[in-house]
């Protein structure tokens, strides 16, 4: 046993670069990965969960009270697996970590070797009796699945149904069942079902006359022209195929015809350029009339939807005339012996086909299932969230209900594909349920044609249910993804590799009330819900709708809360989405953090007073970590370490421009103690910085950058402040963990102030040196305040270096958001870095840095969202009207005359620009004199980089050269700020390129 006061490996260090690489390279879509038994959102990497659990469950060597035991052991062995260990505690505790460390390669996940050892460790560690382990927000369950590989108990809840469900499978239905035949069990029901599946259903996706089987239907929603009444198929792109030799799209030809409304045809072809390729008809909800050019504004193009909910039919008259509704734009077939896929256009026969399959649907919706309709009646979600903004939108486009969310003809397949579901019991209907899953959710309207691919990709991966205009109904019989054969199969596959024969115990649970006994665990681990980040509830509805019909009267598909609610529980998920209230109130942050504390308290309630917690959490805002640590603190933990892991996907393009965060935080806590004394502010406030300081330097050098370096610092933050019962200043005030940024005593300020302000300041003398960073009010000599912003803003931006990831789920490519298909997007993506105001603020106020004062300048805020004006922005701020060839022309000509000058661009901005000698006027001042100077009179050490940059977009290299010598001889500030600047612009960008070329100009002295 160990010790209560012994820490544990997470308490002292953890191999974050290591796990960084190995969970950001997991292979999700690896063939047997438990992932794929079903899709849940924002899952954690395995590797991550099994080497935290590692780190918690064993005693760290190097402590005084660790087990002579527990060493002994573990040294024979660990021994076997990584060669011998030096006698040294000090080497034991690297060797542990690095077993850790190396368990967490996916690919060494399920070999003997390594979970013999770690089992084997555990065992040293907790003796006979294995450690329970609880996960109170299991979702998709990674942390309970890596716990039972350790040899674990386990207890997993989650207050969503769909999610328990999968917790159930996973944790207990194939552990129990694997070693019995389940996988060969599955794969013979299911090839069963597919053949009775086939025989119902292939009349409706025939072969073609000359035996090309068709896979997938390509439909577009369609409006009317309220111009000229021509139809307008929305169609997003005329891209049929991208991919190298085998190019084709749709074009069109508008048939004028009289008195009737003229009428676009539509033929395959191979461009032999991309111009060839006509345009789609609609962005952004706005749509253009191919026949009259004229456009239909958002509310129009909706409202005609909302008519049709949603148009995802077709209408179709007797001689298989489409009369209205969607328009079959092509269908995508295969031939037997020909490689490749080949594209047509619709037919009449393709659209009569479809008119006997909305019959045929009729007949089965007449019926029901023990009294529920057949096809999904339920409401679909409204709202989501403000923070991942409006998720579900489709209500506006008259989906009311989860059945609009499909066609006719997949209606019927999905109803013909759950009667014989719901005749089988026991696991193998969870798991059949499970695998029925799979093909609604590439079964429905919200289905894209990848041209790039070549193939179907549906938008779970999303986090949304965005409206797809035009969208690819795939056919379920043949052998494409998202096919039921691919369902079962990959389920099959999962039991076959999961290692694991011990069961754990999963239940739908409100992480407020357990049903646990006080002091049952060894281990909270928790990934509770990331503020406003994901709405689970709404999105899962999707699934739960169907699988309440194939598992009926399941003890987990139920709302533990409402009998009533056709749904999964909403009232007390938690998450900030202020669409939505309990009571009466909007869920905002403030409910977030209650739910959070109550959560807390009662993992602190559950677990043994010897025990262990952490809490993983990723959010980009600081409203996010307030809400999170203040219910931390309030349900009464300390922080003992915390430990960033990469776990995102590498960082794209687009991502790196807005900050996006790819490390998610692991707080290591412990019990607060009854004892815990009360803390002295000015002892915190001397600490934190030191701290601080030394975590910035130890991530950096694990590769940890930017905004997920910020958040990481909150870890050594909070364990100082954490310790304590409550910190108070002199006057025996306590100072609260939030509070009023803008205030200037401690009491109000609240001590998360300070910590962002300690970061800020750190970061800016690294990048800066001391001056800046002690520049709040205006220290000489440092570089003016929007040097400082400038610097502290690309500081956050940098991106942690992660490895890459495969694809989201495994199966079919997530969506890219430039893929989106909703009105909501911001108009075109202005050029320059963007974070948002939250962040920014948060550093740039106690750093002396008034951000309204550059605005428009240096930075340009719109919707809570601050961007970073690219230099070539600010031409017109720093030369005016003025030809950059006249300005070059008049720095050489000045510096001929052998005169001195200082630039004057911001006196008029429009005028051209004054250089007057330096010993008159300097335009640049420092120290408080800057400070108070309206920052649009002033010419800064900024300015002049950026005109010098200006200089050499342009190609004026006498004048830059004229100018590079005056700054040379005015001081060392330019050349200071430029290489500054030159370090932090990502090494791709348009400045980092100008400032290198001008830096290389600068003459050798
Ligand atoms: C970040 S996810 C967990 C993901 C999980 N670690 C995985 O790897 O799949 C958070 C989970 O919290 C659940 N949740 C939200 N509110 C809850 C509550 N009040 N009680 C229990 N679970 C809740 C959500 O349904 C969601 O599955
Ligand atoms: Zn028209």
Redesign the pocket.
């Known amino acids: 046993m160990i010790p209560k006061e012994c820490k544990r490996l997470a308490e002292v260090d953890f191999p974050i670069a290591l796990v960084s690489r190995y969970s950001a390279k997991e292979k999700y879509g690896a063939k047997g990965h438990p992932n794929l038994l079903h899709l ?1 959102w ?3 990497p395995l590797g991550a969960c099994r080497a935290m659990l590692i780190a918690l469950l064993l005693p760290d060597p190097c402590d005084p009270s660790c087990p002579e035991d527990f060493k002994r052991r573990a040294r024979s062995i660990l021994s076997r697996v990584q060669g011998s260990v030096e006698d040294t505690d000090a080497d034991l505790r690297t060797q542990l970590l690095r077993f850790a460390a190396n368990f967490a390669n996916w690919s060494n996940s399920a070999k003997g070797i390594y979970v013999e050892t770690a089992v084997g460790l555990l065992r040293a560690a907790h003796g006979q009796d294995a450690p329970l382990v609880v ?9 309970p699945l890596e716990a039972l590989r350790l040899g674990c108990d386990v207890f997993a ?4 149904p769909v ?1 328990s469900l999968i917790l159930n499978t996973v944790l207990d239905d194939i552990p129990r069942h694997a070693r019995s035949g389940l996988a060969d069990e599955l794969r013979k029901v299911g090839k069963h079902i597919k053949d009775e599946m086939a025989r119902e259903l292939s009349e409706f996706y025939p072969k073609d006359s000359d035996g090309a089987i068709p896979i997938a239907y390509l439909w577009a929603r369609t409006v009317t022209c309220d111009s000229c009444g021509a139809d307008i198929p929305l169609v997003r792109s005329m891209w049929l195929s991208e991919k190298g030799k085998r190019k084709r799209a749709l074009r069109y030809s508008v048939e004028r015809r009289k008195e009737v409304p003229p009428r676009a045809t539509f033929e395959v072809f191979t461009p032999s350029d991309d111009s060839d390729v006509p345009k789609g008809t609609v962005s952004r909800a706005k749509a253009v009339c191919l026949c009259c050019q004229s456009v239909m504004v958002p509310d129009r193009v909706r409202s005609q939807l909302r008519a049709q909910r949603g148009g995802a039919d077709a209408i179709v008259s007797k001689e298989g005339v489409r009369t209205g509704g969607a328009t079959l734009l092509a269908v995508v077939t295969v031939r037997p012996d020909v490689v490749g896929k080949h594209y047509r256009v619709g037919t009449a026969k393709d659209y009569l086909i479809v008119s006997k399959a909305r019959k045929g649907l009729e007949a089965l919706v007449a019926g029901s299932f023990d009294g529920v309709p057949i096809v999904p009646d339920e409401p679909t979600p409204v709202g989501g969230g403000t923070g991942a903004g409006r998720a579900f939108s489709i209500q506006n486009y008259g989906m009311l209900t989860f059945g609009d969310l499909f066609t006719a003809r997949q209606k019927l397949a999905l109803a013909s594909l759950c009667s014989p579901l719901r005749t089988e019991r026991g696991s193998l209907s969870q798991l059949l349920a499970l695998a029925f899953d799979r093909v609604a959710m590439s079964g429905m309207s919200m289905t894209r044609w990848n041209p790039s691919a070549e193939k179907m990709q549906h938008t779970f991966g999303r986090q949304a249910f965005p409206i797809v205009w035009s969208f690819a109904e795939v056919a379920p019989l043949t052998d494409s993804p998202g096919n039921w054969v691919s369902g079962y199969e990959l389920i099959a596959d999962v039991i076959d590799a999961l290692p694991v024969d011990k069961t754990g115990v999963a239940e739908v ?4 009330h357990l049903p646990l006994s006080d002091e049952d665990a060894s281990v909270w681990f928790t ?4 503020y406003d980040a ?1 709405p ?2 709404d999105l ?1 509805d999707f699934f739960f709708v169907w699988l309440k019909r194939l598992l009926p009267g399941n003890r987990l598909l139920r709302d533990p809360f409402d009998a009533t609610n056709p749904l999964t529980p909403k009232q ?4 900030q989405d202020e669409t939505k209230s309990v009571d009466g109130q909007p869920k905002d942050g403030i409910f977030f953090e209650r ?1 959070m504390a109550q ?1 807390f308290a009662e993992g602190r309630r559950i677990l043994r007073d010897d025990g262990i917690g952490c809490v ?1 959490f990723a959010h980009k805002s600081t409203e996010g970590w307030e809400a999170l640590l203040s219910g931390l603190v309030q349900g009464g933990w300390v922080i003992s370490a915390s430990w960033p892991i990469v776990t995102e996907m590498k960082t794209r393009q687009r991502a790196r421009e807005s900050a996006a965060l790819a490390a998610s935080v692991h707080l290591v806590c412990r019990p607060r103690q009854q004892d815990a004394s009360v803390g002295d502010w000015a002892d915190v406030l001397r600490e934190v910085p030191l701290r601080v300081g030394d975590w910035i330097e130890r991530l950096q050098s694990e590769g940890i950058r930017g905004a997920d370096l910020v958040f990481a610092c909150i870890g050594p933050a909070m364990e100082i402040y954490s310790r304590y019962r409550r910190v108070e200043d002199a006057e025996g005030r306590e100072i609260p963990l939030g509070g009023n940024p803008s205030a200037t005593e401690p009491y109000k300020r609240g001590f998360l102030a300070y910590v962002w302000e300690t970061v800020g300041r750190l970061a800016l003398e690294q990048v800066l040196g001391t001056a800046e960073a002690r520049a709040r009010n205006g220290a000489a000599g440092a570089l003016e305040e929007d040097s400082r912003l400038t610097a502290l803003f690309l500081w956050t931006l940098q991106a942690t270096e992660a490895g890459t990831n495969g694809d989201g789920d495994g199966v079919d490519d997530e969506g890219e958001d430039e893929d989106n298909d909703e009105e909501e997007k911001p108009k075109k993506k202005k050029a320059g870095f963007t974070l948002i105001y939250d962040v920014v603020r948060r550093f740039a106020q106690p750093l002396g840095i008034h951000l309204d004062k550059w605005e428009d300048r240096i930075i340009d805020t719109e919707k809570g969202v601050v961007r970073l004006l690219p230099v070539a922005e600010r031409a017109m701020q720093l030369f005016g009207d003025v030809d950059v060839s006249a300005i070059s022309r008049r720095i050489e000509q000045d510096v001929k005359a052998s005169r001195n000058y200082t630039f004057a661009f911001m006196q008029d901005v429009a005028a051209p620009p004054e250089i007057r000698p330096r010993g008159r006027g300097r335009a640049v001042k420092t120290g408080a004199a800057a400070e108070e100077t309206p920052a649009i009179q002033t010419v800064t050490t900024l300015d002049r980089v950026h005109a010098a940059m200006l200089l050499q977009a342009s190609g004026q290299a006498n004048g830059l050269r004229a100018m590079l010598k005056e700054e040379q001889q005015r001081g060392p500030d330019f050349l200071r700020l430029a290489n500054a600047l030159s370090a932090l612009y990502p090494k791709d960008s348009e400045e980092k390129r100008l400032l290198d070329a001008m830096l290389l100009a600068v003459p050798r002295t």
Do not use: H, K, M, Q
């Not at 809840?157 to 969503?160: E, K, P, R, T």
């Not at 649970?509 to 407020?512: F, V």
């Not at 990934?527 to 990331?530: C, G, L, S």
């Open positions: 849940w924002a899952r954690r996960d109170s927000f299991a979702g998709g369950g990674s942390i809840s989650d207050l969503n999610a649970a409100d992480a407020r990934d509770p819900p990331y994901i689970y509830a899962s007390f998920e938690a998450v739910t959560s993983v």
